[in-house]
């Protein structure tokens, strides 16, 4: 998808679409991440049942994960970046900085790139992330690399991260979410 604006298919939803309660959690989390409210949540809250659901899967990987925070968003943006999600890259930059990620790192994650200041743990995690988006598999060496560093439910983890994100980065392209914009600024239409 380009850079430029797009129609989303499916607008995010305002109270009566989503009901109270996805409505009142877009609203917290759009003032904790200094947005309007996610228009991921108020798009994919107009199925309540699946949404909640989605919500609970994901949450259990981030921030509830086993990986450390800034593990986790290192694997995010590795896999926004491969994916070129627009929507992804923008929340998951400023949550990297908050997870203890420098700028500079967060652009070599992205441009796909070494940084001194990456170790060595770090380093496998986006070597794995980027063979499971090209792959949608790690071959038996890195899964052994992986092996040695990680204990097998982490290595699960990692699987579903990648896979949870590049999944989502597909239903943000398909649905044509826009990221969001900074609170109190409303995209250009």
């Keep these: 998808m380009s850079e430029q604006q797009v129609t989303p298919r499916i607008a995010p939803g305002g109270w009566r679409d989503v009901g109270p309660f996805v409505a009142a959690f877009a609203r917290i989390a759009g003032r904790v991440q200094g947005t309007e409210p996610p228009a991921v949540f108020l798009t994919l809250g107009r199925h309540r049942r699946l949404f909640w659901g989605w919500l609970h899967f994901a949450g259990r990987l981030m921030p509830g994960g086993r990986l450390s925070r800034r593990e986790s968003e290192l694997v995010i943006v590795r ?10 890259l ?9 997870a203890g990620l ?4 967060v652009m070599a994650v992205e441009a796909f790139v070494e940084h001194p200041g990456l170790t060595p743990r770090e380093r496998l995690l986006l ?10 598999d790690l071959s038996d060496g890195l899964w052994a690399e992986l092996g040695e560093g ?4 982490e290595r ?7 896979g949870h994100y590049a999944m989502l980065a597909t239903a943000l392209h398909a649905l044509r979410v826009q990221p969001d914009s900074p609170r109190g600024r409303r995209a250009a239409p």
């Design 156 to 162: 699960i983890e990692i699987v579903m991260l990648v």
């Design 102 to 105: 420098s700028r500079e790192e």
């Design 127 to 136: 070597r794995a992330s980027d063979e499971l988006v090209a792959d949608q």
């Design 90 to 98: 923008e929340q998951h930059r400023r949550l990297a900085r908050r």
């Design 79 to 88: 896999v926004a970046a491969r994916r070129g999600s627009a929507y992804e």
């Design 150 to 153: 990680f204990e097998d439910r």
